[in-house]
């Protein structure tokens, strides 16, 4: 039988749920949960729900695990631990620094209700974070580097959009390759953060604006572009809407450590991701954790888990015989 | 208190765990048990016993985990299930054809005991089989390719010494840069054997011996050379220890995989090592997961495991708190 799933909130990530869905045999959609109109809300998955929001609490008999896609600003923060009572959750929860406290209340509804609720599941938080500890543990004599880009960072492109002249902008966030190189070789290098990143933008102004003006006022944003090398090109929206409709992302964590009796030898674990589309690979991450809930509730577990607390074969819908015989 | 490990078999394998300990705060070596007489095995960790490998089943209050060193071929098929018996035990068994059927006996010795076994531990099988099988459940419309070094192939280096003039020998793996590029681009290729990597070997002859036998009989070696394209180098035997005395490798495992409604979005997952030492890396991953069968052991869980059942969590030192807090 497949697991049933549910999807609350439809932006890109909900829909990038649905289509992950859609490609896994084991999966199917149950619903979709909107706080939108249902009746204008248009899914691609015949034979699929759309229901008001106020529906999500009611259909545990029909769903096995939602799948939770809203913001983790104020979305998540009181959506997770609400649902966690009444099914098995997932989540991308991604405020790095309030992790612990969305942990606690979650963890706290989920043993409650005695369901399994996994957060802060994608890309990084999730397999960023599962590579950079996995590669810590098995060279504590060592760093581990994280670098993202290139790709559109969707907070960094609102700034632009809000400064006074600015019609629409896209921002990527760029690696320096020379840093890359330098953290491959093993030397351990101190980096700024303008040494890791550049950013780059393009800019649609309005006409007549003065291009100097928001030029200068992005470069000198502080937190978002001062601290780092920044680059703007104005073009047109016609350019925009063709060059830059994508939302790519990606990056790398590369773990450097040394082994032996005086630490003589030097190793390099590198883990990348080039993504053509940023939401579709987290959502694809949040199914297959989905599938991890839902097994794991079935055997009996309960509470919150991460990235690092499940065994990866939950993940697989392969059997331990499969996954020994084919992929060990 | 410190994980109290022993180390059965004193090879490269067991000198590197040895090492590891060394350089891992919350474990220590217990005892190195060896077929050598231990007068004569001289280790590296004050106050560690040397003892012979009849003692071996006698220390289980002294003794957390056991890292068993042996080979594949004919060593660990009998030890792992022994041993499973009396402690926790780890091994790196990698024929990856036999993998099933030395899982069976394990899994029934350490329920028996009661006791937590990890094989098949390493880096393939190991940290690849784990990247192959996450990637390959978070894009399930993909394929995973696995190319191995540049690096040394002792199996390969053995069958050239056994070719009648050759006194030493060392033998390089190398993937093909242009199949690794094929494979990132998403074209998703059909590789032969020949595509994937070529073979490159440094052959110190007995003097008057005939180089173009020998580097024929190389060449057209079955299943070692001849479905491949290899050089052969002659060098002097100085050469050899000054150029060829370390043993790398390392390897890549490529993931590409599509998502969307229409499947129009490319997915590149790239894991990959470079390792100055093969041994010594292969044994940091042994001593991380010994971490995690005791640790899996104290919470009362017994059998067999691989990496695909073992939560990561378990790998690191630190608490979940920290994890949460420092590397999510």
Same mark, same amino acid.
Not at 217 to 243: C, G, K, Q, W
Not at 306 to 320: C, R
């Given at each position: 039988m497949s697991i049933r799933v549910g999807i609350l909130g439809y932006g890109n990530l909900g829909r990038g749920v649905e289509c992950?869905?859609?490609?896994?045999?084991?999966?199917?959609?149950?619903?979709?949960?909107?706080?939108?109109?249902?009746?204008?809300?248009?899914?691609l998955t015949a034979g699929a729900k759309v229901l008001p929001v106020s529906e999500a609490e009611k259909m545990?008999?029909?769903?096995?695990?939602?799948?939770?896609?809203?913001?983790?600003?104020?979305?998540?923060?009181?959506?997770?631990?609400?649902?966690?009572?009444?099914?098995?959750?997932?989540? *991308?929860?991604? %405020?790095?620094?309030?992790?612990?406290e969305h942990f606690a209340a979650v963890d706290a509804a989920a =043993?409650?209700? #005695?369901?399994?609720?996994?957060?802060s599941v994608g890309w990084d938080p999730?397999?960023?974070?599962?590579?950079?500890?996995?590669a810590g543990a098995i060279l504590p004599q060592? *760093?581990?580097? %994280?670098?993202?880009?290139?790709?559109?960072?969707?907070?960094?492109?609102?700034?632009?959009? =809000?400064?006074? #002249?600015?019609r629409d902008a896209r921002q990527y966030t760029i690696p320096v390759e020379e840093a890359l190189n330098a953290v491959r070789s093993g030397s351990n290098p101190e980096l700024t953060?303008?040494?890791?990143?550049?950013?780059?933008?393009?800019?649609?102004?309005?006409?007549?604006?003065?291009?100097? =003006?928001?030029?200068?006022e992005i470069v000198t944003m502080p937190n978002y572009f001062a601290d780092y090398d920044t680059t703007v090109h104005f073009i047109s929206e016609e350019e925009l809407n063709r060059d830059h409709a994508g939302i790519p992302h990606g990056g790398f964590v590369i773990?450097?450590?040394?082994?032996?009796?005086?630490?003589?030898?030097?190793h390099v674990i590198e883990y990348s991701l080039k993504l053509d589309s940023n939401p579709e690979f987290t959502s694809s991450v949040l199914v297959a954790y989905a599938r991890a809930v839902y097994r794991m509730n079935r055997e009996g577990?309960?509470?919150?888990?991460?990235?690092?607390?499940?065994?990866?074969?939950?993940?697989?819908?392969?059997?331990?015989?499969?996954?020994?015989?084919?992929?060990?």
């Amino acid at each position: 039988m497949s697991i049933r799933v549910g999807i609350l909130g439809y932006g890109n990530l909900g829909r990038g749920v649905e289509c992950a869905i859609k490609h896994t045999p084991d999966m199917e959609l149950a619903a979709v949960f909107t706080r939108r109109d249902p009746e204008r809300v248009r899914i691609l998955t015949a034979g699929a729900k759309v229901l008001p929001v106020s529906e999500a609490e009611k259909m545990q008999d029909q769903i096995d695990v939602m799948i939770i896609c809203g913001g983790s600003a104020t979305d998540l923060p009181k959506q997770t631990p609400h649902y966690a009572k009444f099914y098995n959750v997932v989540d *991308s929860f991604d %405020t790095h620094a309030k992790i612990p406290e969305h942990f606690a209340a979650v963890d706290a509804a989920a =043993r409650e209700s #005695g369901k399994v609720a996994a957060i802060s599941v994608g890309w990084d938080p999730g397999m960023f974070s599962l590579n950079r500890m996995i590669a810590g543990a098995i060279l504590p004599q060592g *760093s581990s580097y %994280t670098f993202w880009g290139k790709g559109v960072s969707q907070g960094h492109s609102d700034a632009i959009r =809000r400064i006074e #002249g600015v019609r629409d902008a896209r921002q990527y966030t760029i690696p320096v390759e020379e840093a890359l190189n330098a953290v491959r070789s093993g030397s351990n290098p101190e980096l700024t953060t303008r040494q890791k990143h550049t950013r780059e933008c393009f800019v649609v102004a309005e006409e007549g604006a003065d291009l100097e =003006r928001i030029r200068r006022e992005i470069v000198t944003m502080p937190n978002y572009f001062a601290d780092y090398d920044t680059t703007v090109h104005f073009i047109s929206e016609e350019e925009l809407n063709r060059d830059h409709a994508g939302i790519p992302h990606g990056g790398f964590v590369i773990h450097t450590g040394k082994t032996g009796a005086n630490l003589e030898h030097n190793h390099v674990i590198e883990y990348s991701l080039k993504l053509d589309s940023n939401p579709e690979f987290t959502s694809s991450v949040l199914v297959a954790y989905a599938r991890a809930v839902y097994r794991m509730n079935r055997e009996g577990m309960s509470g919150c888990k991460t990235v690092f607390d499940i065994a990866p074969a939950y993940l697989s819908p392969m059997s331990g015989d499969e996954l020994r015989a084919h992929l060990l």
